[in-house]
């Protein structure tokens, strides 16, 4: 269970979009050659990979921006590339995705790229251009100049240090100082096993191995000693490093967030792992934004550990969308009912999310006044015709108008609390109209359901459905069930009895349907 759920979902439907994060480091491309392993060659023992296609992708701290951007966030990006081919390639890339390059060209360096080769998804070889060294100190001033330029309007900034020669001591110790002053916080992803680099951020996010190296332990393996003995020694060393907490990421074991006199573990998911590289990107870039967001870092934590499931399950590296964060955190949204009743314009939100995961919509609508079986029933039959369900209700005035002063018998906000708390049930939405032809057309959903006496030609939004591709589906009901009848039986009960459910006269109607 991830703590703030619900504040975790409204952050990331509604305010991610407008947070401004910075992230200052070692910038790269990565390339991809795809091809096809059938043989060996004659000429030498290795693998002969027959291309099929090329691709690129920011890579390292442009990574880091890659995710945020497909995260919503309003991204910059800065460090140093060189003034060739493979630079501007990086800066279009980035500029199409949304992101301010922040690059300085420092001559006589070109931009960092690696090219892997990969036959299926298996990689095969990886070539690297780069020159190492340190750079003209013109080039740093330049770099440090626009950084602190662009710092008063940042949520968060990231330091993604992969020790090409951008993260110097001089520039952490002034970006970091600067932020302080500006109380922003400052997430660093380290490479170098000196961590007083770092001193004064927010927070540092080693893996085992750069935290092993950083507290100087040896470590044969991993099981629980040496785990312990690590998170022991990185709590020490915090004091030193004058950071609020540190959070290292353990592979298969999850990440573990370190304070002075506690830890939390967020433990691993469970999934088929096709490529690590870019996870601790995406890590980084989702602790970001949650603490840009204001929330707890152990909710931050558990947020970054379900983004880190999805990007190991995909080859090369590529950033996580906001779409399959919130499909990944869906399973638990179905726990939080508050989280699937939904404005119209939240929902309209939450379809264009379930579309772009290539998930196939429903949608059903009614009264639901006094929930029952049958509704139950036509809702569990509704859900199986796609992957989402949307339940439409009538609002209380628009029951009253449609069923008389004395309905409905449950008020809108019930009604739609208790639609949400079944599993079937993926959002729930209210309508004010006589009819949701208005939310049909907006929603455009794959599949049209509704129960009972209905024909295909007298359900509303029908046509329209059926006019974009759509199907219309009639379900069969449980006989003899209503709300309606549940009232008259109620009714009857009560007159037996001196008491009851009062009922207007000619209020009721026999036939079965969703209300």
Same mark, same amino acid.
């Given at each position: 269970m991830i703590d703030q759920f619900h504040a975790v979902i409204q952050e990331i439907e509604h305010a991610w979009g407008q947070k401004r994060l910075l992230i200052v480091g070692d910038v790269m491309l990565d390339q991809y050659i795809w091809g096809e392993v059938s043989r060996i060659s004659p000429e030498a023992p290795v693998p002969v990979v027959r291309t099929t296609h090329r691709s690129e992708q920011p890579g390292g701290a442009a990574n880091v921006a890659m995710n945020l951007a497909r995260l919503g966030a309003r991204t910059m990006v800065a460090g140093f590339c060189g003034g060739d081919g493979s630079g501007r390639q990086l800066r279009s890339i980035l500029s199409a995705n949304g992101i301010d390059p922040l690059l300085i060209v420092s001559d006589g360096f070109p931009t960092i790229t690696k090219m892997r080769i990969l036959g299926g998804r298996q990689q095969m070889l990886r070539l690297d251009e780069e020159r190492l060294g340190s750079r003209d100190m013109g080039d740093y001033d330049r770099l440090i100049e626009t950084v602190l330029a662009r710092l008063p309007e940042c949520d968060a900034v990231v330091l993604s240090d992969y020790a090409k020669g951008v993260l110097t001591p001089a520039v952490c110790r002034q970006v970091i100082e600067a932020a302080r002053r500006l109380k922003i916080p400052v997430l660093v992803d380290p490479k170098s096993a000196d961590f007083s680099r770092y001193r004064g951020a927010t927070t540092i996010c080693p893996n085992l191995g750069e935290l092993a190296a950083a507290v100087r332990l040896v470590m044969p393996g991993l099981d629980a000693g040496d785990l312990k003995a690590l998170l022991d020694a990185a709590e020490d060393l915090m004091p030193e490093l004058e950071v609020e907490y540190l959070i290292a990421t353990m592979s298969e074991k999850g990440i573990a967030l370190v304070r002075p006199g506690g830890r939390f573990l967020a433990p691993a998911v469970a999934r088929q792992v096709f490529d690590v590289s870019g996870a601790g990107d995406t890590v980084i870039a989702v602790l970001a934004l949650c603490l840009a967001s204001g929330l707890r870092p152990e909710t931050c934590v558990q947020v970054a550990n379900v983004a880190a499931g999805v990007v190991v399950g995909k080859v090369g590296t590529v950033p996580v969308e906001k779409f399959e964060l919130l499909a990944a955190l869906a399973p638990e949204m179905a726990l939080h009912t508050e989280d699937k009743v939904l404005t119209r314009r939240e929902l309209m939100g939450r379809v264009a999310l379930w579309r772009a995961n290539g998930d196939r919509v429903v949608f059903t609508n009614g009264c639901f006044d006094l929930l029952h079986v049958g509704h139950i029933t036509v809702l569990e039959q509704a859900r199986q015709f796609g992957d989402r369900l949307i339940v439409a209700i009538n609002s209380d005035d628009s029951v009253k108008r449609l069923k008389g002063p004395s309905r409905p018998i449950v008020g809108e906000p019930e009604r739609a609390r208790v639609l949400a708390a079944l599993a079937a049930v993926d959002a729930v939405v209210v309508f004010d109209e006589a009819t949701p032809?208005?939310?049909?057309?907006?929603?455009?959903?794959?599949?049209?359901?509704? !129960?009972?006496?209905?024909? *295909?030609? /007298? @359900?509303? %939004?029908? +046509?329209?459905?059926?006019?974009?591709? !759509?199907?219309?589906?009639? *379900?069969? /009901? @449980?006989? %003899?069930? +209503?709300?309606?009848?549940?009232?008259?039986?109620?009714?009857?009960?009560?007159?037996?009895?001196? %008491?009851?459910?009062?009922?207007?006269?000619?209020?009721?109607?026999?036939?079965?349907?969703?209300?």
């Open positions: 032809l208005e939310l049909i057309v907006a929603t455009r959903p794959d599949v049209l359901v509704k !129960g009972g006496d209905y024909r *295909v030609e /007298t @359900v509303v %939004g029908a +046509s329209e459905v059926q006019a974009w591709g !759509g199907q219309v589906k009639l *379900v069969p /009901t @449980v006989e %003899g069930l +209503s709300t309606t009848r549940l009232i008259e039986k109620g009714a009857g009960a009560g007159s037996a009895s001196n %008491g009851g459910l009062e009922v207007e006269p000619g209020s009721v109607s026999a036939p079965f349907d969703l209300c």
